[in-house]
């Protein structure tokens, strides 16, 4: 009982140290004691192994940028060491960072353990600039939960230049991570020098318009567009990554994704048709042609890859490899049958077993997206599961490696705020807390499977991010919290901790001239049915916590301060904010309410909505709130191939006229609307007749709400069926695969 208590109590040692200390990610064990350690010029650098000159000097670099200190010169009067070595009897990414007021000793089981030890010590430093930095005293144990802590960028949708690229991988680093995904080729730009093929960036690395705004606006401008890295800025970044113990996994996107290749080459397509670089996000169908001649420029390729990126890895792609191409092609088909393959899955599984056969000859390992497990997988192939968790599950019970990467958690290319005060994102709604949230270890998965779970990573796709500055954003602070979830144990994870190491997190970034995200600020409203069924409890929050919210309804400002949940009785809207010490810290959110019969009373689902979009549960249904398009993670309820059934208690007879049905037709992210929606009423909830239905060509006439009038009729329970929309046809992303079904709000009168 007492060892209980003991453990207890340095775990909650460990939290509060952790907290005011602002370290992100959270160590394994740390103490603090009472002292500081002052770094002034007669301070001494010293390492015990020649080996660790390039960590001894970053740490030096760092210093003189920050502080304006120089360092370099040998005190031999030195009165205070840094010093820096070696320990073999720990893992190579561990480290011990031990601080008294006259030494400061980083031990690394290997070069990346100390350099991880470094960054410890930097996140320790004074976020002002001061002629003599402290650092407090301080003993810490630490080493990674994960060995792939990820962070992917796409270059492609958006270029960035090589002193982007460099900046991110500091950032990357600065948070233990090792592992940064180079998303290098796609439809819209090849951005990498082939010398065998110098047609894929003269051509593919440059397109004559982009899309701009909303995917579903299908606008373009007519602006050329591209760039590329060359070799020579390749080898330069690799090297960088290098000092800073970040693998680079260079991404070549095939058999989908790949226009900007077959722009260069059209012999690459089943039909050598001349096309250009993809202008338009989304899936096309034109996909590179299993032949012998592509499997021979795309020997050609990564010959070139592997010997720019040193790594064990070399990412393939395969996600979104529609398979009309190879339906139409007569080659495809009497390869499948010469190959005895099933059909064009089977034939995905031969394309990429023939690429991966070669890539493991010269000694390297794939991944690629989880669509590579579809007929069958290659062997050691590893799979990085983003449709959700499911590819990850498979591949670790078949005994093959996975990266955890699914879209709910992992993509930062969706909001993170309400969509009102963000810029322009894909969708989905993932907040830093949801991202915090994630465990990469899937349910249901033995110890030994489990032990194929090599990490996980994040995502930035960027078709609607064009800017360094916007990539930090959406990268920020989500990166911070996915960092904890791959480096922390489990039962060091505490958000509540993490938020508020995270305040003062921000004050690095700060620093280093980082952007981030400070939608911690933004309140959030948390929504009850009122008591006795009579409208609407409203709850206002913040991450942040210590400063004060202030609301107001309708066009009032905010200037009532929240103390408590209160009732809300009608429709109108209510404004809040965040404040610190009188000042606005995040931006006013504007909540609309719209109040029918159906609002705040009891809601009933035959199938609950799927884990990746379940909302508030049944309760998001008749909250008074229709959801944002935007970001349909929040306030929409999601669910996949399956229909939405809901009885509505009114909880007495009333007469009705009318059902309204919101819901969400973005079809570039699967979602679709509904195929059909039926009304039923019933007195007993035993027995239900149906009033109304809608089918497809009605529903289309009316976009995001869906009013179905009846004559008015007493009922004591409502039914509600949304019908989804079954297989994702021809022509539309994700083809093929179950459409979504989302819906918001049910309103009756
Ligand atoms: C992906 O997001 N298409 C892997």
């Not at 039909?271 to 989304?282: L, S, Y």
């Not at 027995?687 to 009922?715: G, H, S």
Request: charged residues 20%; proline residues 5%; contains cysteine.
């Amino acid at each position: 009982m007492k060892k209980i208590f003991y453990i207890l109590f340095i775990f909650l040692l460990n939290n509060i140290y952790a907290q005011q200390l602002g370290l992100i990610p959270a160590p394994v064990h740390l103490t603090q004691q009472a002292g500081v350690f002052i770094l002034d010029n007669q301070t001494s650098f010293d390492i015990s192994d020649d080996l660790l000159k390039d960590e001894r000097q970053y740490l030096i670099d760092y210093l003189y940028q920050y502080y304006a200190k120089s360092y370099t010169k040998d005190t031999k009067e030195a009165r205070r060491s840094v010093s820096f070595g070696l320990n073999k009897s720990m893992p190579a990414e561990a480290y011990t960072l031990r601080i008294t007021p006259e030494l400061v000793q980083i031990e690394g089981g290997g070069k990346a353990g100390v350099f991880y030890g470094i960054q410890t010590l930097i996140q320790l430093l004074p976020t002002t600039i001061s002629p003599e930095p402290t650092l407090p005293c301080i003993e810490i144990e630490d080493s990674p939960r994960f060995r792939w802590r990820g962070m992917h960028l796409d270059v492609c949708r958006h270029f960035f230049p090589p002193e982007f690229i460099k900046k991110y991988i500091d950032i990357i680093a600065s948070y233990k991570m090792n592992t940064f995904h180079w998303h290098l080729t796609d439809d819209q730009g090849w951005r990498i020098e082939i010398k065998k093929y110098p047609l894929l960036t003269a051509v593919g690395a440059w397109r004559n318009g982009t899309m701009i705004g909303r995917y579903s606006d299908h606008r373009y401008d007519t602006l050329r567009y591209g760039g590329f890295y060359t070799q020579a800025q390749i080898r330069e970044i690799v090297a960088y990554a290098q000092k800073r113990h970040i693998t680079i996994v260079p991404e070549i996107e095939m058999p989908g994704h790949a226009v900007a290749a077959i722009a260069a080459y059209p012999f690459l397509s089943c039909t050598g048709e001349q096309v250009e670089v993809g202008k338009k996000w989304g899936v096309e169908e034109n996909v590179l042609c299993p032949t012998e001649d592509t499997f021979g420029f795309l020997e050609g390729v990564l010959t070139e890859v592997m010997d720019l990126f040193p790594g064990k890895y070399i990412h393939i792609g395969g996600d979104e490899v529609p398979k009309i191409a190879w339906k139409k092609s007569n080659f495809c088909q009497e390869l499948i049958k010469k190959e005895k393959l099933k059909d064009e899955h089977g034939l995905q599984s031969y394309f990429i077993r023939r690429i991966e056969r070669f890539i493991h000859s010269k000694g390297r390992q794939i991944i690629g997206w989880d669509e590579i497990l579809e007929g069958g997988l290659a062997p050691n192939a590893a799979v990085m599961s983003w449709r959700g968790t499911e590819g990850g599950i498979a591949a670790a019970k078949q005994g093959h490696f996975a990266v955890m990467s699914p879209g709910s958690h992992c993509y930062f290319d969706h909001y993170q705020g309400n969509p009102a005060n963000e810029p322009l994102a894909f969708g989905g709604y993932t907040t830093v807390e949801k991202t915090y949230s994630y465990e990469p270890i899937p349910k249901g998965l033995n110890p030994d499977e489990a032990s194929y779970i090599m990490g996980a990573q994040g995502n930035i796709w960027t078709e609607y991010i064009l800017t360094p500055e916007h990539v930090e954003y959406m990268a920020l602070p989500r990166m911070a919290a996915l960092a904890e979830v791959v480096w922390s144990p489990a039962a060091n994870r505490n958000f509540s901790s993490f938020k508020n190491r995270l305040a003062a997190h921000f004050r690095l970034l700060d620093m280093h001239k980082i952007n981030y995200s400070r939608s911690i600020f933004e309140v959030k409203t948390s929504l009850k049915p009122g008591r006795e069924q009579k409208g609407i409890e409203v709850g206002l929050q913040t991450i942040a916590s210590g400063g004060e919210i202030l609301y107001g309804f309708n066009n009032n400002a905010p200037n009532i301060s929240y103390k408590e949940p209160f009732l809300l009785e009608k429709s109108g809207l209510i404004t809040a904010v965040y404040t610190e010490k009188g000042e606005p810290k995040g931006k006013p959110v504007i909540t609309e309410f719209l109040f029918s019969k159906s609002t705040g009373r009891r809601i009933v689902l035959e199938e609950d909505a799927s884990e990746s979009y379940p909302g508030d549960g049944a309760f998001t249904l008749v909250n008074g709130i229709y959801g944002s398009p935007e970001y349909f993670g929040f306030q929409w309820l999601g669910w996949s191939g399956k229909d939405m059934q809901a009885v509505i208690h009114l909880d007495k007879e009333e007469i009705v006229h009318s059902v309204q049905v919101g819901y969400l037709d973005r079809k570039e992210s699967w979602i679709h609307p509904p195929s059909a929606i039926r009304i039923f009423v019933s007195l007993d909830n035993q027995t239900f007749k149906e009033i109304a239905v809608l089918n497809t060509n009605d529903i289309a006439d009316q976009p995001r709400k869906i009013v179905l009038n009846f004559e008015p009729i007493q009922t004591n329970y409502i039914k509600v069926i949304a019908e989804h929309a079954g297989k994702i046809p021809n022509g539309f992303p994700g083809a093929g695969e179950k459409a979504w079904l989302f819906i918001d709000e049910i309103g009756v009168e």
